[in-house]
């Protein structure tokens, strides 16, 4: 049988940078409000013709260059999106493989929101070991400022753009494995987070709706008591299952939404300071791309080493929620 490992990593942030004091003066809010609440001084933001593909193409080629594995042996691409290139279709995945040149490769999008990269990771790992797939590069790209109401305080002061990318391969070693994903999700909590014109659900009914189709709306306080409650009960759950202490995580990475809830789940489950990889404050909330975002900040900075476990645990629109327990096993 064949086992997934995750191989590499890779991640890209737009040049442009929107402060805390930027946004000051675009609603009503504060520097000192924003960072008390959340814990974001900026987030980035993607250039007026720079795409969700584009970033998601930057970012998949340092996953490739850095993985070992030759681009012509990738025979899968996934992206977790909310804000694809095209909305319906064609896929951002099946963009992004053209730009890499990635010839006939199966290419798809998958929705999960900020979950999405534990969604995309637990897919690639079932397809190869299915025998199915050999080298699958996920992505999680968003240009969440497409999709942002620049007029909401109650969102715009969260939401940044990037993109983050990982190469999983088939490997005989089960030392390398992903250990175990656990994912979910519960439509109940749809309304919390929602981009809700334009669908099926609400459809349009004038072309003036056109322009703000789909901006995020969110019940922030609502989806903040959900977000540590799911986010702790899903860690809980998977490390119990798999008889593993949380002193045994090297990095914890959870979904990068806001400092206090973070930090409220880091405390729920007794992880140290140096366990939590926080990014949140430079980067704010990139929902698909937050994980692989923060994953990259510390293979950069030198702090993530081969064979060291990560712990991620992700949390979003949906409701969905995913952790995974994961070993970094780079070839090189
Ligand atoms: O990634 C997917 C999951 N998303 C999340 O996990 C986001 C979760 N939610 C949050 O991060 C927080 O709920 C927010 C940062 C969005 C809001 O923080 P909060 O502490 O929950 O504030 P609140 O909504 O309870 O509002 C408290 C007060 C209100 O004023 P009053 O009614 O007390 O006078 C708001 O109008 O803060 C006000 N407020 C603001 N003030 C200045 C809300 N947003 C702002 C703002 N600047 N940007």
Redesign the pocket.
Known sequence: MSYAALRSIGAYVPKKILSNDDLAKM????DE??SK??GIKERRIAAKDETTSDMGVEAAKKAIERSGIEIEDIDMVICATISPDYFCMPSTATIIAKKLGLGNTTAFDISA??TGFVYILSIAKAFIESGMKKNILIIGSEKLSAITDYTD??TC??FGDGAGAAMVSATQNIDEAIIDINTGSDGTYADL?MSPNGGTGSPHDSLDQEATSCFMQ?K??E??KV?VRTLTKDVVEILEKNNIESSAIKHFIP?Q??YR?IKAVGDALKMTKEQVVVTVDKYG?T?GASIPMAINEIYENGSLKSGELLLLDA???GLTWGSALVPFSPLK
């Open positions: 609603v009503d809010t504060s409000w924003i609440r959340t929101a900020c305080r109650g002061i969260l987070l969110m922030g306080n989806t903040f977000a979904h939404a806001n809830i909330n929902s949390f979003g629109g």
